[in-house]
T-cell receptor
Framework: DAGVIQSPRHEVTEMGQEVTLRCKPI?????LFWYRQTMMRGLELLIY????????DSGMPEDRFSAKMPNASFSTLKIQPSEPRDSAVYFC??????????????FGEGSWLTVV | EDQVTQSPEALRLQEGESSSLNCSYT??????LFWYRQDPGKGPEFLFT???AGEEKEKERLKATLTKKESFLHITAPKPEDSATYLC??????????FGQGTELSVKP
């Protein structure tokens, strides 16, 4: 399997611009997670989906952030408008249903976002 | 409050010098404790899952153990290629996976 695929790998954008990060989970996985990683705060869960439905978005920092999962093979994380403090690595991860997989969650390589 | 704490923050070892990393947690309804390895510029790579106190898992020079309040990642005779950040995470009832801050391991030849 190709693993979790994220794009873009690197993005540099100006403050105020819209940023869209994309994720293709591992085929057959029904849970999808978006994490943000910074030096100060480590890995923070932003939102996760089960069967394309958002289950918990309590980690989404503010209304500028939104996430969608229109089908089982695609998800987006959008930041509008972007701010310098949004600069971080954004990871997408996916897993099978817990009872089948033993709960293992697999991560993509991340999208490195810099907002200037 | 659900919390995962790792120690030490950083660990420097000589090649062959065995040691342990600690992960303590306060989580209700544990559904698994995970260890990941993360190399610079990469996503976390899955190592182990532990579910119940007393459980142990091994992979090459790594051995993970679990008690009711903490987990240890034992590294036996480490090599420079074991240098990485090791992340502990806990998945609890409801599905969330909460990460600790990680331990940055450096193994010098």
């Amino acid at each position: 399997d190709a693993g979790v695929i994220q794009s873009p790998r690197h993005e540099v954008t100006e403050m105020g611009q819209e940023v869209t990060l994309r994720c293709k989970p591992i085929s057959g996985h029904n849970s999808l997670f978006w994490y943000r990683q910074t030096m100060m705060r480590g890995l923070e869960l932003l939102i996760y989906f089960n069967n394309n439905v958002p289950i918990d978005d309590s980690g989404m920092p503010e209304d500028r952030f939104s996430a969608k999962m229109p089908n089982a093979s695609f998800s987006t994380l959008k930041i509008q408008p972007s701010e310098p403090r949004d600069s971080a690595v954004y990871f997408c991860a996916s897993s099978l249903p817990p009872l089948l997989s033993g709960n293992t969650i697999y991560f993509g390589e991340g999208s490195w976002l810099t907002v200037v | 409050e659900d919390q995962v704490t790792q120690s030490p923050e950083a660990l420097r070892l000589q090649e062959g010098e065995s040691s342990s990393l600690n992960c303590s947690y306060t989580v209700s309804g544990l559904r698994g404790l995970f260890w990941y390895r993360q190399d610079p510029g990469k996503g976390p790579e899955f190592l182990f899952t532990l579910y119940s106190a007393g459980e142990e898992k091994e992979k090459e020079r790594l051995k993970a153990t679990l008690t009711k309040k903490e987990s240890f990642l034992h590294i036996t005779a480490p090599k420079p290629e074991d240098s990485a950040t090791y992340l502990c995470a806990v998945r609890y009832q409801g599905g969330k996976l909460i990460f600790g801050q990680g331990t940055e391991l450096s193994v010098k030849p």
